[in-house]
């Protein structure tokens, strides 16, 4: 079982929503800074939505601020992007990722090194 698994994903309308999950598997996410990337065919890969693991900090791209919310089920060892307002550019593949000492505030792909392996989402206009 990987580390992480993303689900949810999906071809939706503009203007619709989709719910992402991030499943860790074999440790304890909630220690974990998770962070939720997308990436398009030849783009740099870019940092949607992080959560902290202590006071459950949130922050969010620029371009998704009002739209995306991240959130934590540690019962269920799950973090979710909930996803509203989707629009034909948000349609990439999503990945989650893990680390333990990395801040929301300041932090890029790079920081990372537990990922998902990814999950597609097209938004059509």
């Known amino acids: 079982q990987p580390p992480l698994v993303e689900s949810g994903g999906g071809l939706v309308q503009s203007g619709e929503s989709v719910r992402l999950s991030c499943a860790a598997s074999?440790?304890?996410?909630?220690?974990?800074?998770i962070a939720w990337f997308r990436q398009v065919p030849g783009k740099e890969r870019e940092g949607v939505s992080c959560?902290?693991?202590?006071?459950?900090?949130?922050t969010y791209a620029d371009s998704v601020k009002g739209r995306f919310s991240i959130s934590r089920d540690n019962a269920k060892n799950t973090v979710y992007l909930q996803m509203n307002s989707l629009k034909p550019e948000d349609t990439a593949v999503y990945s989650c990722?893990?680390?333990?000492?990395?801040?929301?505030?300041?932090?890029?792909?790079?920081?990372?090194?537990?990922w998902g392996q990814g999950t597609q989402v097209t938004v059509s206009s």
């Open positions: 074999g440790f304890n996410s909630a220690y974990y800074v």
């Open positions: 990722a893990a680390e333990t000492w990395v801040l929301c505030d300041d932090y890029d792909h790079t920081m990372f090194g537990t």
């Open positions: 959560i902290s693991r202590d006071d459950g900090m949130t």
